[in-house]
């Protein structure tokens, strides 16, 4: 194991822990937020932005994230822009992001029933205000758990961001594994700690939605 000691390697996985929750903070809330902008339009009745925004969930979520990685690291420098791994890592899980939470509050707001939007409609409320005081409260309840455990996937999806040269955890374990030629004891820990991180998430996500779903029996 050269002169690093077990408490070394874990020490250094814990600090580059830090930059995997980090970065995939940046991505979720910036997916939650460009994610938001996007449900408004896919739910104007405007179908020109409709389709747009169909076409926009359809192309992040059909090409690999490790694709979209090298062209956003790659593409940007073509343009002249000077980037930083973090910073391209940042802009592609956003927007990777940004698209299947766009797809799962989408899903969420169909699953309010018709009459909820005829009700509101009845009261004059315009769009904006349907959504704010009668959809959108309902729809956050139903939204929460899938929400939560795309945060999990978000969080593995963060591993792929070594590629470009990213030093979290994924890529340190690979630093650190070819400097004490120990790859079992060190992925093994890095494997440790990534259990840590999304056990608690999964857990609260199938919580959520056992609760949900003895909420809506009760109310059979």
């Known amino acids: 194991m050269s002169d690093f000691t077990l408490w070394d390697i874990f020490r250094n996985l814990l600090l580059a822990l830090r ?11 910036g997916g939650g937020i460009v994610g938001a902008l996007l449900l408004i339009m896919r739910l104007s009745h405007r179908r020109w932005l409709q389709w747009l ?25 073509l343009f002249g822009i000077n980037t930083t791994p973090l910073f391209a890592a940042s802009i592609c899980l956003t927007l990777y992001a ?11 707001v169909e699953s309010i029933p018709r009459q909820q939007w005829e009700a509101s409609a009845s009261l004059a409320l315009s769009f ?18 899938p929400t939560v455990g795309f945060l999990v996937q978000a969080i593995k999806a963060t591993a792929l961001a070594s590629v470009i040269g990213f030093v979290e955890l994924t890529r340190s374990g690979q630093i650190i594994s070819n400097a004490t030629f120990s790859p079992f004891l060190v ?9 840590a991180l999304c056990f608690p998430l999964s857990w609260w996500s199938r919580h959520l939605e056992k609760q ?8 059979e």
Do not use: C, K
Request: no cysteine.
């Open 19 to 29: 930059w995997t929750v980090g970065l995939s903070a940046i991505a979720f809330v």
């Open 53 to 77: 925004v169909i076409l926009y969930v359809n192309l992040f979520q059909g090409t690999p994230l490790l694709m979209q990685l090298f062209l956003t690291y790659f593409g940007l420098a």
């Open 98 to 108: 940004s698209a299947y939470l766009t797809d799962i509050w989408r899903g969420s």
């Open 128 to 145: 904006g205000e349907q959504l704010r005081y009668v959809i959108l409260p309902q729809s956050f309840r139903l939204a929460l758990a």
């Open 187 to 195: 992925y093994g820990s890095v494997a440790l700690l990534y259990f």
């Open 212 to 219: 949900l779903t003895r909420g809506a029996n009760r109310h």
